[in-house]
């Protein structure tokens, strides 16, 4: 690891620890300072409140250059959010930038929570029923919540 993506990986995780992002938690392995341990709490008003969902999420080598992976480790239904955790967010993707930061990556993640896409699925099945029947689509993720993500 070259001396500034160190550094850069040590100042975002203090600053992740000193003023975490409201609702998430992000905690470096002690054994991998690339590989950060989340809880991420559900927003309010989403079919998602009440629910603590665990993620994982990994620097790559040439990070800030590449996007960090991040996939959901709590079962989650989501039309963005794929049977694996995957996570379809162009932020991740296309729209990465070495600007941003992984706070930014985890509240992005979180307002996806709050307003999911169907238009861009990646869990296929989820996305059809949250445009054709999007009542029910809700319930299943309010009752997939209390089952998987509550205490």
Not at 43 to 69: H, K
Not at 113 to 138: H, M, Q
Request: proline share 10%; with cysteine; hydrophobic share 40%.
């Amino acid at each position: 690891m070259t001396h500034g993506l160190t550094r850069r990986i040590l100042v975002e995780t203090r600053n992740l620890s000193r003023d975490p992002p409201p609702g998430i938690s992000a905690i470096p392995d002690e054994n991998n300072c690339r590989y950060f341990h989340v809880v991420m709490a559900g927003p309010a008003g989403s079919p998602y409140e009440g629910g603590l969902f665990r993620l994982e999420l990994f620097l790559p080598e040439n990070y800030p250059l590449a996007p960090p992976g991040v996939r959901f480790l709590t079962r989650i239904y989501h039309p963005n959010i794929d049977n694996l955790g995957r996570i379809c967010l162009d932020l991740l993707k296309a729209q990465w930038s070495p600007a941003l930061q992984i706070r930014t990556v985890l509240l992005s993640i979180q307002a996806l929570l709050g307003s999911p896409n169907p238009d861009d699925p990646l869990a296929n099945d989820v996305a059809t029923l949250w445009k054709t029947r999007e009542g029910d689509a809700v319930a299943t993720a309010r009752e997939w919540t209390r089952i998987y993500a509550m205490e």
